[in-house]
């Protein structure tokens, strides 16, 4: 108990005396002058300033307005602007037929539940259930050493 107590009293002497010699005043660091370069004075001229890059010419909205202007008539067509919805309409569009019906606007859905009914009931049991869980990429692990377990030692 007294160890304890004795071991406290010094700690907090130690943070006491090194309060004081902190706040004690002005001590330069000879590290800190070594590494930081002196600052310009007032009456110096200034450096020649370095002069910024310069930004891309064409903004976000020109760039995306040059990918759906196609033939390059600085105008997009109705065609022009929904060609790419086309292109994921006609991949649903199985039959291209031009409609879309509920079959094949959920095919993936359909075909993972026709795969996930192993036994064909048109119901998932809690197993077959369990098989259409998404499966995530998963980081890649570090390619550590194993370490060596800890030796414990006996204290006696």
């Known amino acids: 108990m007294w160890r304890f107590l004795a071991g406290v009293a010094s700690a907090l002497l130690l943070c006491g005396a090194g309060m004081v010699w902190w706040s004690s005043g002005k001590h330069s660091s000879p590290l800190l002058s070594a590494i930081a370069p002196p600052l310009a004075s007032a009456t110096e001229a200034p450096a020649e300033a370095a002069t910024p890059p ?74 077959e259930f369990a098989t259409t869980k998404v499966v995530r990429k998963s980081r890649p692990k570090p390619n550590c050493p194993p370490q060596a377990p800890a030796k414990e030692e006996d204290e006696g």
Not at 56 to 67: G, L, N, V, Y
């Open 54 to 127: 310069e930004a891309d010419e064409r903004t976000r909205e020109q760039k995306r307005f040059d990918r759906y202007d196609k033939d390059k008539n600085e105008l997009i067509s109705n065609d022009e602007y929904f060609a790419s919805r086309h292109k994921a309409f006609a991949k649903l569009d199985a039959n291209g037929d031009g409609r879309l019906s509920f079959e094949e606007w959920a095919k993936k859905t359909i075909d993972k539940f026709g795969a996930a009914d192993a036994d064909k009931s048109k119901t998932l049991t809690r197993a």
